[in-house]
């Protein structure tokens, strides 16, 4: 069963724009949150993480916002730029599991001139 | 500048053949990790090694089993390819000590079984 969902398989956005990507999780032992994003025929590289005792993390047009009683987290990129254009991943680490990430499906970014 | 190889980009093989896919990283990394990656599933942890010789099952293990002789070095071996183990597959490793540490992952391999 899916623990952390990225219910929007693809979003568009107009350049300059803010880009809003969502992320919702079931499993209530994760408290470290973090963003990949992937281009075509390259592996996921990353963008910015957020442990559970923090609501908000900060790097530069990036924001992570983590709301633990809604269990939802949205990355936040602004101003968005044709080259934010890829496939953004959420994952999650549980407290009690070691190293092995949780993945959400992605969502495919489109940044349009 | 940290770097994951792995050795194939594209590979194609056929059904009943045995597969290895070889990642090799060069920061001195403790825990390695193969994923696979399908459209509509996001990346699924297949089996991690958290140091030589040691390695845990992940979400999909079945049809796959894995190798580390040593530390730089994650094979992932297909016994028998099937069909529906064409998907990407990526390997990813991390400093130990910390499992907060970001993965960084190489470029993925290919594969396509016929």
């Known amino acids: 069963d899916q623990q952390v969902k990225q219910n929007s398989p693809s979003l568009s956005v107009q350049e300059g724009r803010i880009s809003i990507l969502n992320c919702d999780y079931t499993n209530s032992m994760f408290d470290y949150f973090l963003w990949y994003k992937k281009y075509p025929a390259e592996g996921p590289t990353f963008l910015i993480s957020?442990?559970?005792?923090?609501d908000k993390n900060e790097d530069g047009r990036f924001t992570v916002f983590l709301n633990k009683s809604a269990k939802h987290l949205s990355l936040h990129i602004v101003p968005s730029q044709p080259g934010d254009s890829a496939v953004y991943f959420c994952a999650a680490l549980p407290s009690n599991s070691g190293y092995a990430l949780n993945f959400g499906k992605g969502t495919s970014l489109l940044v349009t001139p | 500048d940290v770097k994951v190889t792995q050795s194939s980009r594209y590979l194609v093989k056929r059904t009943g053949e045995k597969v290895f896919l070889e990642c090799v990283q060069d920061m001195d990394h403790e825990n390695m990790f193969w994923y696979r990656q399908d459209p509509g599933l996001g990346l699924r942890l297949i089996y991690f090694s958290y140091d030589v010789k040691m390695k845990e099952k992940g979400d999909i293990p079945e049809g796959y089993s894995v190798s580390r002789e040593k530390k730089e070095r994650f094979s992932l071996i297909l016994e028998s390819a099937s069909t529906n183990q064409t998907s990407m597959y990526l390997c990813a490793s991390s400093p130990s000590g910390n499992p907060y540490n970001e993965q960084f992952f190489g470029p993925g391999t290919r594969l396509t079984v016929l």
């Open positions: 957020i442990s559970s005792i923090k």
